[in-house]
């Protein structure tokens, strides 16, 4: 009874502190602003002011969606393949042995490096950022779901086994539930690591979406709205792990907990 008294509060100071520090990073923003100047730097306010117009014109419609597309073919295609690969790879060691030097390589390379080679490949335009967030996805699921397979208890692969369960029940009853804490983990990474993969390849060599909006804000030097355009960015990703990741998280804790009993 103690703790649940105590959670309420506590959780109340958190959320106190979360607000401390967004005033502290607004009040950094705002003095920053001061010291370099509106050509360099526009203020908070000077931003909020530059959203409404941002979002009433056209192009901001057509940049936002290519951007989304992108981030969702590219996030759910490099997390699937992790995930198949990572299922694989667990079950064989000779694949994980071949999908090793593979792994390290592209979780070594710089990521503009990629883009680099997209653009030779693929020239500019979505082809090129989807590929690139696709093969940056990729190592992370597949580490987490290697991991979160070899971490399962031996026991209870023995007992599936005795039971003759099937190759789907096994990963449903046994390997899903327990890698739903790694799993989860390494969607919330992704998801956010794909919004900066994106954004990054459309700044360098794509010809629309929200970084190609980024670049044209800065070479014209209209300061208002790269960061009108940087802070629906951060307004993106808030919204994907808000009301997107941190329900299915839960959602896929109930069945852990339902597949449990």
């Known amino acids: 009874m103690t703790a649940v008294s105590h959670t ?20 950094g923003w705002q003095l920053s602003a001061m010291v370099m100047g509106p050509l360099l730097m526009a203020s908070p306010l000077e931003t909020a002011r530059a959203i409404p117009r941002l979002l009433a014109s056209a192009h901001f419609w057509n940049d936002a969606g290519d951007s ?35 792994r390290w390589l592209l979780m070594s390379i710089p990521p503009v490096v990629v883009v680099v080679l997209a653009m030779l490949w693929f020239g500019l335009g979505s082809a090129m950022v989807i590929f690139m967030t696709v093969v940056m996805m990729v190592p992370g699921m ?17 007992m599936t086994r005795v039971y003759r369960f099937g190759w789907w029940h096994r990963l449903r009853h046994l390997y899903l539930p327990a890698m739903t804490a790694p799993l989860t983990a390494a969607l919330l990474i992704a998801t956010c690591g794909g919004v900066r993969l994106v954004v990054m390849a459309e700044v360098l060599g794509a010809e629309s ?32 792990e808000f009301l997107l990741l941190q329900p299915l998280q839960r959602r896929l804790g109930q069945w852990r907990e339902g597949s449990r009993a």
């Not at 694989?88 to 030097?101: M, T, V, Y």
């Not at 804000?217 to 629906?232: E, G, H, N, P």
């Open 142 to 158: 597949y580490v987490n779901t290697v991991k979160g397979m070899q971490q399962v208890d031996r026991e209870l692969i023995e």
């Open 8 to 27: 309420g509060p506590a959780r109340r100071s958190s959320r106190a502190w979360a607000v401390a520090g967004v005033a502290l990073l607004l009040l």
């Open 209 to 240: 979406g929200a970084g190609f909006a980024l670049a044209n804000a800065r070479s014209t030097f209209d300061s208002a709205q790269l960061y009108a355009w940087i802070v629906l960015i951060l307004l993106l990703v808030a919204a994907l």
């Open 68 to 102: 989304l597309l992108r981030i969702a073919i590219g996030v759910s295609g490099g997390c699937a393949i992790g995930f198949v690969l990572g299922v694989l790879a667990a079950h064989s060691p000779r694949l994980r042995g071949l999908l090793e030097p593979i």
